[in-house]
């Protein structure tokens, strides 16, 4: 059945390095109806979008006719229980194997560099050998052999295929030796040790995996399972899949929100760090908004359910960072190119420096050596790795800390940002605008004024509006009905109100109506707009009766947002739809130099289209609604959201709870995201430009290839990772304050690098005392024998 979703998210088992994503992207693409796949190695999925319906089973099929196994994405819980069943398992593996590695890289050392047998007798001592690494080969190389086999089924070769075919060459070419009895060197040290290596690298990458997709898991993991709905005045505890829309529930101190919702009754504190990052409890009363799986604190709340299930806030953010940790940077382009011939060509090279060495170099045993070492170093799965762990880690940390990123296209856009466009109510100011000035003209009372205003303004959502609308009801005022109403974008209201021609907006609206205010009226806004005010006027049936001076005070944290905005070298800039003096007296506040004012919504977007004219990279603070245009049009559109009206879908980048002094922190993390990338192409790409030909020169030892490959793997893994150890330096660098442990983000990057490091020293420590032993560099009073160490 063909699923309605637009979209829809698999997982994909059997991948091994980058041209298996390549495989799985070809595969998907050709599904009719998909419009595009785009597969995701870190994560092990496969996001699909759709052009028109496609069966689910359809994917699937796709997927595993080009051998590998694929099914509709489990929850964050289940496929990590997965992920770690599969890494236990490839430790017991690793375990239970590399202790037989040990004896056998020892034996077959002691046997082939330093001449050295057991009993003195060669022919014994290469059976031992023997009898412990094939085991190993079987055991260890069975997963590699497997997907080696799938791969060259289906025409794409990739890593397995070349761990499986060094690893071979050297296993069978010293089990022939033995049992020729010939006497010849042996490799079964590199075998064994290339295995070992590898797995461990394997056992590594899975468990960072893990850790790199953390942030799913943790935003599910706030949901609560209970809730308690208020029916008929009985509470009844019920599964939360139960709540509907609708539903009042209630949640006592210490216990977490289920859904999403809006206060009807009580009052409290509630903890939302785990969404936004911020340690200081928001205040919530009734009309405010509160989102599940943040925990109340201390009051009893009664809140009616606004959205469940997956349209809460807590879901929908959770979707949208699995689809930034699913999608491609543009600088991913260059690794599927290479990805695509990348196996194929290590192979012909493999094969060149084997006839090379046979006809030109030392001879075929040497030839054999190197083009072992070529197809033992060469590692396509860093290349697979480097962008998206790092995309992985870069937006799941973003979750954390409230900054949801759309895609990895935006970490690339942030790099070349030149200028900050802020919207001013809502973004610098709180957007809880309050009415303190109530000034009537002729006998109208300052009551009848705010009545007849906030009649007029009660159909509009504009801030303003709402402020006057929340004066009246605090002052106990009954508003009339209203007819006719209708609103100009950025300028002001009209309604009949009791059968009176009711107006009310700024200046420019009444001069575009047709009035021309007197010096007395031109005065009161001068004064209080001086004050900083907003000045609404109202006529009442073509009267001005009087002015409404409305202050929106500037948050507490945006000078320091505005002073870490311009310390990243960016330009910031102010754009607001109020007056000049009122937009002054903000950007003082602020400390901005460089302001707009009276911008209607279009206004915004040719300004930031202006900007662009001039070459400039333009970044666009909003609140996701009257400046989606300009959003839009803007390099980098950020939406300042708050409360339950996420506005995810608006901009590339989304604040919660409209934190300003996000904003300098959302584009440091950006960056520091994509040099993590640039870092991880550079190493994965250096590695293997340096290290193959020096292999193929005869000049790298297979088991330190080995160790080479796995290595680079764990390294772009563990580099990606120490992301998180700079989140509290990206955090305070902005003006914030970071207080969660890096405890775990450093054992998460460190330890396999340590781990792998130990082990490259453990394996390098015989093969230095065998060839001491060999070269007499410990002081011998024989002749050593020639052998040729390899």
């Not at 007849?452 to 929340?470: N, T």
């Not at 991880?680 to 020096?694: D, E, K, R, S």
């Amino acid at each position: 059945m063909a699923t309605a979703d637009p979209a829809v998210t698999l997982d994909i088992t059997g991948m091994t390095c980058a041209s298996c994503v390549r495989r799985v992207e070809r595969a998907l693409s050709k599904v009719q109806g998909v419009e595009t796949a785009s597969v995701n190695l870190a994560a092990e999925t496969a996001r699909v979008t759709f052009a028109s319906p496609v069966a689910v089973g359809a994917l699937v099929a796709a997927v595993e006719k080009a051998g590998y196994e694929a099914a509709p994405s489990a929850a964050g819980k289940d496929r990590q229980a997965e992920r770690e069943a599969h890494a236990r398992s490839t430790l017991v593996q690793l375990l239970f194997f590399g202790a037989l590695a040990v004896p056998t890289i020892i034996l077959a050392m002691a046997m082939d560099i330093a001449g050295m047998h057991i009993n003195d007798d060669p022919r014994l001592h290469g059976w031992i050998v023997l009898a412990l690494a094939t085991p190993i080969q079987l055991g260890l190389g069975w997963r590699f052999y497997r997907g080696a086999w799938v791969s060259l089924r289906h025409l794409n070769p990739n890593m397995d295929v070349l761990v499986a075919m060094g690893t071979s060459v050297a296993f069978l070419y010293s089990a022939w030796v033995v049992l020729r009895d010939n006497h010849n060197h042996m490799f079964f040290d590199v075998s064994a040790a290339v295995l070992v290596f590898i797995t461990m690298g394997k056992y590594f990458e899975e468990t960072s995996k893990g850790a790199a997709s953390s942030a799913i898991r943790s935003l599910l993991g706030l949901s609560a399972r209970n809730a308690t709905i208020l029916r008929a005045g009985v509470e009844t505890e019920v599964p939360v899949e139960q709540v509907a829309r609708g539903d009042l529930l209630v949640v006592r101190p210490g216990q977490r929100i289920p859904v999403d919702g809006v206060v009807r009754d009580g009052h409290s504190t509630v903890d939302e760090s785990m969404l936004t990052g911020e340690s200081i409890p928001v205040e919530r009363k009734p009309g405010d908004h509160v989102i599940g799986g943040t925990i109340n604190q201390n009051g009893v709340v009664t809140f009616e359910a606004t959205a469940v299930g997956e349209d809460t806030a807590l879901r929908r953010m959770a979707k949208m960072v699995e689809d930034a940790q699913g999608s491609k940077a543009p600088i991913q382009k260059l690794v599927d190119q290479v990805a695509a011939i990348f196996v194929p060509a290590v192979i012909v090279l493999a094969a060149l420096t084997f006839v090379a060495w046979g006809f030109v170099g030392s001879g075929w045993q040497d030839g054999m050596v190197a083009a072992v070492a070529v197809l033992v170093v060469a590692c396509p799965c860093a290349l697979g790795l480097a962008t998206p762990t790092a995309i992985m880690v870069g937006t799941g940390l973003g979750a954390e800390r409230g900054i949801l990123i759309k895609n990895a296209e935006v970490l690339e856009r942030t790099r070349k940002l030149d200028v900050v466009v802020l919207d001013k109510t809502g973004t610098l100011t709180e957007g809880r605008p309050q009415v303190l000035d109530i000034e009537p003209i002729g006998d109208i009372s300052r009551s009848e004024l705010l009545r007849f205003a906030a009649a007029a303004e009660s159909g509009s959502e504009h801030p303003l509006s709402r402020a006057v609308v929340d004066a009246a009801v605090d002052a106990k005022l009954d508003l009339p009905p209203v007819s006719e109403f209708s609103a100009v974008t950025a300028r002001g209201v009209q309604a009949m109100v009791e059968g009176r021609l009711v107006m009310a907006g700024n200046l420019a609206f009444f001069e575009e109506s047709g009035f021309a205010p007197g010096n007395d009226i031109g005065a009161l806004l001068g004064r209080l707009e001086s004050a900083g005010r907003t000045a609404i006027l109202v006529a009442l049936d073509g009267r001005i009766a009087g002015v409404l001076g409305i202050f929106d005070d500037v948050k507490q944290n945006a000078p320091r947002a505005v002073e870490a905005l311009q310390s990243q070298g960016l330009r910031v800039i102010m754009m607001t739809g109020d007056n000049p003096l009122a937009a002054a007296a903000v950007a003082k506040r602020a400390g901005i130099a460089e302001y707009r004012a009276g911008a209607r919504p279009v206004d915004k977007l040719e300004f930031v289209r202006a900007l662009q004219a001039e070459g400039l990279a333009v970044a666009m603070v909003g609140d996701g609604i009257n400046d989606a245009p300009a959003l839009a049009q803007a390099d980098i559109g950020i939406a300042m959201s708050t409360g339950t009206d996420v506005a995810i879908e608006t901009g590339d980048i989304t604040l919660l709870n409209g934190d300003v002094s996000k904003i300098a922190e959302a584009i440091a993390l950006s960056r520091s995201t994509l040099n993590t990338i640039r870092q991880n192409l550079l190493w994965a790409f250096g590695y293997n430009v340096v290290t193959i030909p020096i292999a193929a020169l005869g000049l790298l030892n297979p088991v330190l290839a080995g160790a080479a490959m796995a290595f680079s793997s764990v390294s772009v893994m563990a580099n990606s990772l120490r992301l998180r150890t700079k989140a509290r330096a990206l955090a305070r660098a902005s003006g914030n304050e970071y207080s969660a442990s890096r405890a775990n983000s450093l054992r998460a990057s460190r330890g396999p690098v340590l781990a792998m490091s130990a082990a490259t020293a453990l394996l390098v420590l015989p093969l230095l005392v065998f060839t001491g032993i060999d070269r007499d560099w410990f002081g011998g009073d024989d002749e050593p024998e020639e052998h040729t160490a390899h």
